[in-house]
């Protein structure tokens, strides 16, 4: 009476076809959930884009010295992003007087003190005590900006976005990485770029943001 079995070797190649199975299947549901993760994180910023054009356009107030809360409607609300802290950003009462000959705010030069058109900030983050910082968010799950640009492809190194009451459009100004600034008036660009990434680089996710208020995210890098 013969009996019928497996011999080691067929076991052991059954075991290594399984473990291959298993590990592609890890992979690949690592690689799905980092995709979920930054997808998630990228509408998650794109949602504090349009919580400061809330602030901005409603003149949301901020707490001056003392304590004391006031609503000035010469007080923009503005978002910075910087490569060199590339897993936080900032949301930013734009508080500080413009020392430029060329103001953020051409209306400001006209119409009664008390008016929406009078606003005082330069459209850039400057950091406190000029400019008042609202939140700051972080960026988890080791994701980071790998990238911001504009619509010309030039790459940035900082970017501000602000909002103000009376404004129909927002005002973006940027620090090129090579040197140099965009400056917001007159408008040195209209679109921007944001790019996150995920922890191991292999997914990305873009956020587009244009002076007219369109905000978009898109998976994948930024054209």
Sequence with gaps: ????GFTLLEMLIVLAIISVIIGIVVVNQRSFDNSIILSTTAYDVALSIREAEAYGFAGRGVTGGGGV?????????????????????TLFADTYTSPSSVPCYPSSSTGPSNSPAQKTGDCVFEPPPLD???????INNGITISKIDDS?????????IVFARGEVTNKMSATQSGGG????????????HIELASSDKAAHACITVTTANIISV????CP
Excluded: E
């Design 152 to 160: 010309a492809g030039t790459s940035l190194s900082k970017l501000d």
């Design 69 to 89: 809360v006031s609503f000035p409607v010469s007080y923009g609300t503005g978002i910075d992003f910087n490569i060199a802290t590339n897993n936080t950003y």
């Design 132 to 138: 008042v910082t609202l939140s700051t968010f972080n």
């Design 218 to 221: 898109d998976q994948g890098t």
């Design 1 to 4: 009476m013969s009996s019928v």
């Design 181 to 192: 600034t965009l400056a917001p008036n007159p408008p040195s660009f209209t679109t921007a």
